[in-house]
């Protein structure tokens, strides 16, 4: 039986609960067989993050432990070139040609996905799909004409062919991001509830993210 994986990419600087509730609500939500975060180890469209992509790779195995049909991807971390999503997903479908490929992504990155790398290849190889995020509107970048190409009312209509489709999903909103953990990180306003209990006390034992 043909498998159906998530690939959710990110930085991951760091993962977030944001993050791990998208991935848990889509693999539900889509009735996927899992749901894989991959941290890019040089990010091609941002300035590379401060913190190694081995520390961010950690931080998202503490954080998805206990979270059924959650993995890491270390696909990325393996290469020193850039981490183009066009080539990650290329080698994962050589190296495992019998799954069907689904790419998540949040609001914001839909609104600028038309500026990456071989983007129409990227729909040639996985269906993307797209998580809700407080402030990001499906009206605003690329989204509006994305979703008028290649939008599809459900999953049951996505499902009808194995890639090119883009599928909006009615995930609960959180508002939660990496810079602002970074900042209240080195600024030590973090709230408690804002960060797994595991991925603090990596944070603090390896003192990631303080004050410069
Ligand atoms: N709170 C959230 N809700 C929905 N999607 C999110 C949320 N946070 C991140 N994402 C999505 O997860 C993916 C990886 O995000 P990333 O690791 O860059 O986190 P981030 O919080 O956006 O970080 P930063 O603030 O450093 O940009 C992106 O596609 C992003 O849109
Ligand atoms: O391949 C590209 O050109 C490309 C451009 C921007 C973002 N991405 C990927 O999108 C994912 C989310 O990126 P980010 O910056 O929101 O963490 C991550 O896997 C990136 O590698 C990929």
Known sequence: MTKHIGIFGGT?????????????????????DSV????????AHRASPG????????????AIAGHNGLALEALELEKTSPS????????????????????IIGMDSLGYFKSWKDWQQILQLAHILV???????????????????FGQPDLA???????GGILLLPNPLTGI????????LQQHTLAADSLDPAVLNYIQTHRLYQAL
């Open 84 to 103: 183009y999503t066009v080539d990650s997903l290329t080698l994962l479908r050589q190296r495992e040609p019998e799954v069907q490929w689904y790419f």
């Open 131 to 149: 998580c809700q995020r407080p402030g990001y509107s499906e009206q605003s970048g690329d989204a509006p004409e994305l979703l008028r190409q």
């Open 51 to 62: 913190v190694s992509a081995q520390h961010r790779a950690a931080m998202v195995q503490l």
């Open 36 to 43: 894989r975060l991959m941290p890019c180890h040089l990010p």
């Open 157 to 163: 209509s996505l499902r009808q062919s194995d890639s």
């Open 12 to 32: 991951f600087d760091p993962v977030h609960p944001g993050h791990i509730r998208c991935a848990s609500f889509v693999r539900q939500y889509c009735q996927l």
């Open 177 to 184: 991001s990496a810079t602002a953990i970074r900042q209240q």
